[in-house]
Nanobody
Framework: QVQLVESGGGLVQAGGSLRLSCTAS?????MGWFRQAPGAEREFVAA????????YYKDSVKGRFTISRDNAKNTVYLQMNSLKPEDTAVYYC?????????????????WGQGTQVTVSS
């Protein structure tokens, strides 16, 4: 069983930056970030393979968000720049056993508890 612990959420003004971190209890395969806004379904944000080569992003965050990972620390990061009010959501870290990246939430076996990101206008 893999446990994921997220940190780094908070309140920021539009145009600001936040860095989310997610540390896994053991090494895992691909990892990703999803988010869920009030009244909306959970959606894919970014994902990264174990070897760092493969990264995928939701179109609306490309150029603003960067996903990275440190395998020695079992940690994945999401650097979020130029934040917009529409980025407001609970952000969830996810991990899967396979190393292949997926943008589908159902492909991830392990989930963190979520961290709130609020962007004020």
């Amino acid at each position: 069983q893999v446990q994921l612990v997220e940190s780094g959420g908070g309140l920021v003004q539009a145009g600001g930056s936040l860095r989310l971190s997610c540390t896994a209890s053991v090494s895992s395969g691909a990892m990703g970030w999803f988010r869920q806004a009030p009244g909306a379904e959970r959606e894919f944000v970014a994902a990264i393979g174990r070897t760092h080569i493969s990264t995928y992003y939701k179109d609306s965050v490309k150029g603003r968000f960067t996903i990275s990972r440190d395998n020695a620390k079992n940690t994945v990061y999401l650097q979020m720049n130029s934040l917009k009010p529409e980025d407001t959501a609970v952000y969830y870290c996810a991990a899967r056993r396979l190393v292949v990246v997926s943008m589908l939430s159902e492909r991830y076996e392990y989930w963190g508890q979520g961290t709130q990101v609020t962007v004020s206008s």
